[in-house]
């Protein structure tokens, strides 16, 4: 049977297609990717200056590790610590500045703005936040500030998966995150999502839907990598992780533990947290999405400090985010262990993102790389920057 490869495939051709073995057809998969890429959205690789602003945080995510609950050493940058990362951004023609933290109250609206406003009025950059779930009036008011963008992953479609690994904030109801998308979206940002690979329950039949919600979501931005499991977090404790899936099981969910994989359909199997799946799923991305910006994250080169950044880059990526958080803050901002780039500076992450660039015949996109899904979206004639 031909299996289809194109921009309306069906959620059912798309699992077909995560679950094939057959070295000929994946090839030929990530070989679409990477000439839809070229077609699309050129050889050009943007990169997002990623400034990790705290890890305050007061969720207690059960993959992450800056939840609440954990006992580590807390930071919150300052203002000029920030400012001086945005000057290092603008220096080196990265047009965009990502500014991520853990669900900090205290990077509260007024100092968020204000901080909006400086860097616009001092640095040519775009500016992204991914601060997590905050208020409509928090979100409107940055917006207005001058924030461009806004990354806000929705992890797993699956929801009872999601509601299990994502606890609501204290005193607070669970939040639907994909309704919290379409308020961005509404508010005029230019919108990224995406999900972990590989997250204990997830199935290949969720994380076919997974793809289908972002063609459905049209999302301008398209970030996804391996979960990588913390063992000083619940869902990196194997007796937890069987826990967590015989409750899910009891709730009429049909997921399985990793050990008996193979005794069920395809469907209902664990997705591995590897980097052939999360290939597939770049390169899938990229197919039903052809003009979204899409990383080839950070993860991904924690699994393959060698290849992985390239090879992302090879099946459908288009994006890179080198880190310009301040050494002596790095190692804090441990969502994973051995995140890449945690001891490197940021003068070296950057000479080795342009070696491996140009490695693979690509080069450095000038101008804020906005996407031209957004663009095209809003009427811009205007062509993303080369
Ligand atoms: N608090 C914000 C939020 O939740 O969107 C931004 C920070 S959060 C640490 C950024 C992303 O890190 C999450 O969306 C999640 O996908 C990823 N992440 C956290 N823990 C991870 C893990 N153990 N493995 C892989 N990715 C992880």
Redesign the pocket.
Known sequence: MTLSLNQDMTAAEIETWLVETSPDKILLLLRHADNTRRHYVGDAVWFRGLV?LSNY?R?N?L????RAARRIERYRMTRDEILESAQKAHEWNFGTLVM????DSALDEEFVADLIVEIKERFELAITL????RTEHEWARWKEAGADRY???F?TSNRQLFHAI?PPAPNSSPQDRVALLRRLRDLGYEVGS???IGIPGQSFSDLAQDLALFRELDLDMI?C??????SS?P??RVELIDGLLHSQEANGLNVRSKVDRFCFPAAERQVP?DLATTFKVLALSRIILPNANIPSTT?IATLDGQKGRQSGLECGGNVIMPNLTPMKYRKL?E??PNKSGTGESAETTVATALKQIGEIGRFQGVGSGSSPRFLERNGSNRKTER
């Not at 993959?63 to 800056?66: E, K």
């Not at 991520?100 to 669900?103: P, S, V």
């Open positions: 990790e945080c969720r995510c993959y992450c590790g800056v991520q933290a853990g669900e991914s601060l997590g779930e990354l806000l992953r992890e994502h995406g999900v972990m970030g990598g391996p979960f990588l499991p913390h977090t869902l990196g947290n993860a901002y969502i994973y």
